[in-house]
């Protein structure tokens, strides 16, 4: 009974909070920032989370706009994520609004209950998901060491526990012919635009011989000045993942002897340039899992067990699952035919459906909470994660 009036008095930490956190969300939204660019983001987080007893360090890990806020003492050191970078364009068509002001919304609800049980609640942002992969630097940099548990819950257009993401990584290529006319003197040039067709056609024949699952996208962003140049220089940019690291690094080295096989073919000089970052495939904790799933059904959500056919993209909140156990569930805030990424979506985030999934993605977590407070969860968290 004792842990069932914790959870309500959780919820209604969340709920007494919902006009500032859906204007928190709103702002945000409002004004979409790219990564390590989301300073109006940040102050708004931060100062929300100081009003509310938080203690504050920014600018962790090196990073401009990445953040820790802590309230409590000793373990366990339960870690809420929030992201709150946009898209370029599309602003926030991946729902990051709904990410950030729901681990604020959560961790300000758990105040009371860690008050009662111990233990400490850290709210970490974590810029530039979308495009530099702020987690790994933070990874990388120490910040999860000391860390217990991590959730973070992503807005969709389901409601599931056990969204898999794949590893990633990405390079920018380029070629360096040499210009002509490509009439007059066609013999007397070296065309890269062709070094980059014969790339794309090498790793297009190479895409039937990959893993179920693996994937190698990609888009020219320089092809030529004019129809009468044989075209100098050529550029593009490709994304290549797979189920985990050991197949990435197998496809990385498949992809680059496409592109070597390329230049060789046509003359052109090649220069590559890969990614310093690298996400991990998602490990979710199955413990951890089911928790937030008991909890996200309390509110009156039905959770749908993952089903591959919803198709899979990658996180870094795949590399802090490789060092401390994590999930990240995904809440419903659109109808299915909705697409991530989408202007569509960027409306759904700041919409009455987009609030109430804010809220519930708060309470189910500051419920979650409550259950790893809990005699003897934490161990059951961390002996599954050992044994992965």
Not at 57 to 82: C, E, V
Not at 146 to 152: E, K, L, P, S
Not at 292 to 308: C, I, M, Q, T, Y
């Amino acid at each position: 009974m004792e842990i069932e009036r914790l959870k309500v008095k959780a919820k209604d930490g969340v709920e007494v909070q919902r006009q500032h956190l859906i204007q928190l969300s709103l702002n945000i939204h409002d004004n979409p920032e790219l990564g390590l660019k989301e300073e109006k983001a940040v102050a708004w987080l931060t100062c929300y989370l100081e009003k509310n007893g938080f203690h504050v360090d920014r600018g962790i890990a090196d990073l401009a706009t990445a953040f820790q806020a802590t309230y409590g003492h000793g373990s366990p050191r339960i870690a809420l994520l929030a992201e709150y970078d946009a898209l370029p364009k599309i602003g926030h068509g991946c729902g990051h609004n709904i990410i950030a002001t729901s681990a604020v919304g959560a961790a300000v609800a758990c105040k009371p209950i860690v008050d009662q049980l111990g233990g400490t609640i850290v709210v970490l942002g974590t810029p530039a998901e979308e495009n530099l992969g702020g987690k790994v630097n933070m990874v990388q940099a120490g910040v999860f060491e000391g860390i217990d548990v991590a959730m973070i819950v992503h807005p969709s257009v389901r409601n599931t526990v056990n969204m898999p993401a794949l590893a990633c990584t990405g390079v920018v290529v380029e070629f360096f012919g040499k210009q002509a006319h490509a009439s007059a003197k066609p013999h007397k040039g070296i065309n890269a635009l062709e070094a980059m067709i014969l790339a794309f056609t090498s790793i297009n024949s190479l895409r039937q011989h990959i893993k179920e699952g693996a994937r190698i996208h990609g888009i020219i962003t320089d092809g030529g000045e004019a129809a009468n140049i044989v075209p100098g220089h050529s550029a593009a940019e490709f994304c290549i993942r797979a189920a985990d690291k050991e197949y990435l690094d197998e496809l990385r080295t498949k992809v680059s002897n496409c592109l070597v096989g390329a230049a060789t073919a046509t003359g052109a000089r090649l220069e590559c340039r890969w990614d310093d970052v690298t996400f991990d495939a998602m490990k979710t904790n199955e413990t951890l899992a089911e928790l937030f799933k008991r909890n996200l059904e309390s509110l009156g959500r039905h959770v749908e067990a993952f089903d591959p056919e919803f198709g899979l993209g990658s996180t870094d909140v795949g590399n802090v699952s490789q060092v401390v156990p994590s999930i990240q569930p995904t809440i419903a805030i659109a109808s299915p035919e909705v697409l991530a990424h989408t202007p569509e979506f960027a409306a759904a985030a700041a919409s009455e459906a987009g609030h109430e999934g804010l809220m519930d993605a708060a309470k189910a977590m500051a419920m979650t909470v409550v259950d790893i407070l809990q005699p003897g969860i934490l161990d059951s968290i961390k002996q599954e994660f050992q044994r992965s």
